[in-house]
């Protein structure tokens, strides 16, 4: 696994919320509680934040984040891939300091996720002997799509109690961890041997919405006190 680079993407533009990533959750901006999460986990040894936007970087930088960089605007519109934001901070990292030779990208809109999570994450992509991990939380809903003859079920082939479903595993956005080498020549996040992290639901939680906005900030006020 080697030296570990947390990184933080956190642009400024956001249209479901707006200025989300700075929005007040539980007393402090939301970037904030990823970096203190990535600051805390024993297996992360840089937290770094790429943002285009300077109250988010002075955010992050009182936070305790490293802000070694500007992302270029280019890569911080609606649609940019994250792929070429994590390349950009990765060479910029690289030049200015040294290489890292695992990368955990860690959003802020998932600011449920912990530091105990991210080593656990960490100790069982290390165990997996992984090329890369993905965060995911369990799903047993019942899938259906339309089709020209009606309705029809996606998964599962009838209907079972809970505890009788083989769970389907949902991405979650919470995490991710890659060999940087590897990403570097493939472009992929999910390269060569992917390992499964699953978080609880609660901690799962991404925000894009502004009720999921209330709701991190009802649990981290309420419940994880």
């Known amino acids: 696994m080697g030296d570990v680079l947390g990184l933080i993407p956190c642009r400024g533009g956001s249209k479901g919320i707006r200025r989300k990533n700075v929005q007040p959750v539980a007393g402090e901006p939301l970037l904030a509680h990823t970096v203190e999460a990535s600051l805390a986990a024993d297996a992360i040894d840089r ?38 934001v ?40 290390r165990e997996a002997d992984a090329d890369s991990l993905v965060a995911v939380s369990e799903d047993h809903s019942y899938r259906w799509g339309e089709t020209p003859d009606g309705a029809e079920r996606l998964n599962y082939d009838s209907r079972k109690r809970r505890q009788d479903k083989a769970p389907e595993y949902v ?4 995490l991710y961890a890659v060999d940087i080498p590897q990403f570097l020549a493939t472009g992929d996040l999910q390269t060569g041997r992917t390992a499964l992290y699953v978080l609880d639901e609660i901690s799962a939680l991404d925000i894009d919405r502004p009720y999921e906005l209330w709701l991190a900030d009802k649990i981290l006020r309420e419940w994880r006190q």
């Open 47 to 84: 937290t770094v934040v790429s943002t285009d936007d300077a109250e988010i970087a002075a955010a992050a930088r009182e936070a305790g984040a490293d802000v070694p960089f500007d992302r270029p605007d280019e890569l911080a519109t609606d649609e940019a891939a994250i792929e070429p």
């Open 86 to 125: 994590i390349e950009h901070a990765i060479e910029q990292v690289r030049e200015a300091d040294r290489a890292y030779d695992t990368l955990v990208l860690l959003q802020a809109t998932s600011p449920l996720r912990t530091a105990d999570d991210i080593d656990a994450a960490m100790e069982r992509y």
């Open 171 to 174: 991405e979650s956005g919470a």
